[in-house]
C-alpha cells in the first residue's frame, strides 16, 4: 500500500494564533502542504467561526463556511492566553515550534509577556511572523501603527480602490478579500525564506507583513507611472491604461476578456473579425498606435463581440489570443479546467456519513511531493487534551 503524500512542509510545526482572513490564509497554505499547525484560539474561538455562511444542514450553526475554507487540516487549542497556565502551555509549545504566527495590533503580545524576544529566549530558531495593517515598529513605525485595519481600508489606503473602478469618482473594492490574502500569501512566502535561513544559521528572527505595504506592492503600477510619467494612476474601468484592446467585452450573453499586445495577436483577431482594414491601418500598427486611438479600437471590437454568445467567441478565439470568458461560480464548478486541475476540493465533514465540504484548492504544485488531500477543520478546543492534557485550560 502506498505511503500517504505527507507534503513538502512536513515537520514543520505552526502556532497559529491568527484571526478571521489573513493569517489563517497563510497559516492555510502551509498546512495545505504538510505543516503542523495548531490553531491557537481564545475560549470564544476565531471570529470567522460566526461569520457564516451555514449549509442549510447545519441548523447549530457549527461549520460556518468562512472558517471550514480557511481552517481544514488545522488542529484546535484553546487557551485564554490572559491566565498564566495557560501562558506556560503556549510557551512549552513554542520549544517545540518553528513558527508563531500572529495578526494582533502592535504590543498586544508584548503586554502578554509573550512577544518575539521573550519566546525567541525559549527557542532562538523561531521564526515569528506577524501580519498587522500598518506593520509592526521593529522593522518602521508608521503613524498609523496602532489603527486597526481590515482588508477594506488596506485596499482603500495602499491604492488599489483609486485604480479600480470606473472612473475617479467611483473608486471600488475588489469582490476577495484581497487587501488579507495577498498579504498573507506574501507572509507565507516569508516564512518559508526565514525557516531556510534558520536551518542554516540555527537563527530564528522577526518576519513582519503591513496589509498597506502588501496593497503597495500589488499596485506597482501606480509607483512607476507616477514617477516616469508624473501621471496618478485612475480606474480604467474594464480596459487598460497603456494597452487596446485589453480588458472586458460585451457578449450577447455576458462578457469576455480579450488582451491583445503583440501585433500578431491584433492580426489575428482582426482576421477572425473579418476586418483586414483594422489589420492595415497605419494608425493602429503598434502598441502605441492602437493605445492612442484606445476608444476606436475597443468600439470596433465591442460591436463586434456584443453580436455573439459567449460559446460562439470561445469557439472562435479560444486558443487563438489570449481570451477568456467572464465565469461565476456555476461556469466555474462546470469548467473542465477545474476538474483536470483538482481547484475543487472536497473536505470531509466532521462528522462520518456527512456531505463534504467543497473549498478553493490550493493552486501550488510540486512534481516530487503531490498536494495532500484536504482534511477536516477542528472543532473549538479539540486538541486540547493533545496539547493541554493535564486540565482543560480556561
Given amino acids: 500500500m502506498a505511503e500517504a503524500p505527507r507534503g513538502i512542509l512536513a515537520g514543520i510545526r505552526v502556532l497559529d494564533l491568527s484571526r478571521m482572513l489573513s493569517g489563517p490564509y497563510c497559516t492555510m497554505m502551509l498546512a495545505d502542504h504538510g505543516a503542523e499547525v495548531i490553531k491557537i484560539e481564545g475560549p470564544e474561538g476565531d471570529t470567522s467561526r460566526s461569520n457564516g ?17 480557511l481552517n481544514r487540516g488545522k488542529k484546535s487549542l484553546v487557551l485564554d492566553l ?5 501562558k506556560a502551555t503556549l510557551r512549552g509549545l513554542v520549544r517545540s515550534s518553528h513558527v508563531v504566527v500572529e ?3 502592535p504590543g498586544v503580545m508584548e503586554r502578554l509577556g509573550l512577544g518575539y524576544e521573550e519566546l525567541a529566549k525559549l527557542n532562538p530558531a523561531l521564526v515569528y511572523a506577524a501580519i498587522r495593517g500598518f506593520g509592526d515598529p521593529r522593522s518602521g513605525e508608521s503613524p498609523y501603527a ?4 481590515y482588508d477594506v481600508v488596506a485596499q482603500a489606503m495602499g491604492g488599489l480602490m483609486s485604480m479600480t473602478g470606473a472612473d475617479r469618482d467611483h473608486p471600488m473594492k475588489t469582490g476577495p478579500g484581497i487587501g488579507d490574502v495577498f498579504a498573507g500569501m506574501m507572509l507565507a512566502f516569508a516564512i ?4 531556510r535561513h534558520a536551518e542554516q544559521t540555527g537563527q530564528g528572527q522577526f518576519v513582519d507583513i503591513a496589509m498597506y505595504d502588501a496593497m503597495l506592492s500589488l499596485c506597482e503600477r501606480l509607483v512607476y507611472l507616477y514617477d516616469m510619467e508624473g501621471r496618478v494612476a485612475e480606474p480604467a474601468g474594464n480596459g487598460h491604461p497603456l494597452l487596446a484592446p485589453f480588458g472586458l467585452f460585451p457578449a450577447a450573453d455576458g462578457w469576455v476578456s480579450i488582451g491583445v499586445v503583440d501585433d500578431g495577436f491584433w492580426r489575428e483577431l482582426a482576421r477572425i473579425m473579418e476586418r483586414p482594414d483594422l489589420a492595415d491601418d497605419p494608425r493602429l500598427a503598434g502598441k502605441s498606435g492602437r493605445r492612442a486611438h484606445a476608444a476606436e479600437v475597443n468600439e470596433a471590437v465591442s460591436t463586434w463581440t456584443r453580436s455573439r454568445s459567449k460559446a ?6 479560444g486558443g487563438r489570443l489570449p481570451f477568456g470568458p467572464v465565469n461565476d461560480a456555476r461556469d466555474i464548478f462546470a469548467d473542465p479546467h ?3 486541475r483538482g481547484m475543487i476540493a472536497e ?8 456531505k463534504a465540504w467543497r473549498v478553493a484548492a490550493n493552486p501550488v504544485r510540486f512534481s516530487l511531493t503531490p498536494a495532500i488531500p484536504a482534511s477536516t477543520p477542528p472543532r473549538l478546543g479539540e486538541h486540547n487534551p493533545v496539547f493541554a492534557p493535564a486540565k482543560p485550560v480556561t
Avoid: C, I
Fill in 82 to 86: 490572559k491566565q498564566e497556565e495557560a
Fill in 312 to 317: 460562439e467567441l470561445t469557439a472562435l478565439l
Fill in 103 to 105: 495578526n494582533f495590533r
Fill in 338 to 340: 477545474v476538474a483536470a
Fill in 53 to 69: 455562511p451555514w449549509r442549510a444542514d447545519d441548523a447549530a450553526h457549527d461549520w460556518a463556511g468562512y472558517f471550514v475554507s
Fill in 146 to 149: 496602532a489603527w486597526p485595519s
Fill in 192 to 195: 518559508v525564506a526565514a525557516l
Fill in 347 to 354: 473536505v470531509p465533514h466532521a462528522e462520518p456519513g456527512r
